[in-house]
C-alpha cells in the first residue's frame, strides 16, 4: 500500500479502521493537509471490501476521505503517463507517484517497484522469520 509523505507528515492508513497522519515530534497532523491519490482510495476499498466486507471497507474509505484526496486530472494523467513510461510503471503506481510529485510530496512506501525512485522513501517489508516448530 503507499503512503505518502507531505513535507514533515505522512499519513499511515492501516488496513482496518483508522487513518493517522504523524508530523514533526510525533504530533498528530491536520489530515485535511495530507495528499492521497484517488486511486489509493480505489484500492484500499476495492481490497477491503473484498477481504474483510462492506463495514471495514467503508470505515477506511470515510479515514481516508478526511483527507486531501486527488483527483484524475487531465496534466496528472497526462504526468503519470510519462513516469511510468520512462520508470516502468503500472497505470496504478505511475498514478500515485505522479500524485507524489505533482504535490511535492514525498511517497513513503513499502512497495519495491518505487524503490530507486527520486523522491520515494521506501521501507522494506520486513522478512519472515523461520518457521515455527509446530
Not at 32 to 41: A, M, S
Amino acid at each position: 500500500m503507499a503512503l505518502s509523505l507531505l513535507r514533515s507528515y505522512h499519513l499511515l492508513i492501516v488496513s482496518t479502521n483508522r487513518a493517522i497522519a504523524i508530523g514533526e515530534h510525533g504530533k498528530c497532523a491536520d489530515l485535511t493537509q495530507v495528499p492521497t491519490p484517488v486511486i489509493v482510495l480505489y484500492e484500499v476499498y476495492r481490497w477491503l471490501r473484498r477481504e474483510r466486507g462492506d463495514e471495514e471497507a467503508l470505515i477506511a474509505a470515510a479515514q481516508i476521505a478526511k483527507t486531501q484526496v486527488v483527483p484524475v486530472t487531465v496534466t496528472l494523467a497526462l504526468t503519470a503517463a510519462d513516469l511510468g513510461l520512462e520508470h516502468g510503471l503500472p497505470m496504478a503506481d505511475s498514478l500515485v507517484y505522479a500524485t507524489a510529485m505533482s504535490t511535492g510530496a514525498e511517497l513513503i512506501t513499502s512497495d519495491a517497484d518505487f524503490a530507486s525512485l527520486p523522491g520515494v522513501i521506501y521501507l522494506a517489508k520486513p522478512k519472515p522469520g523461520p518457521p515455527t516448530p509446530g
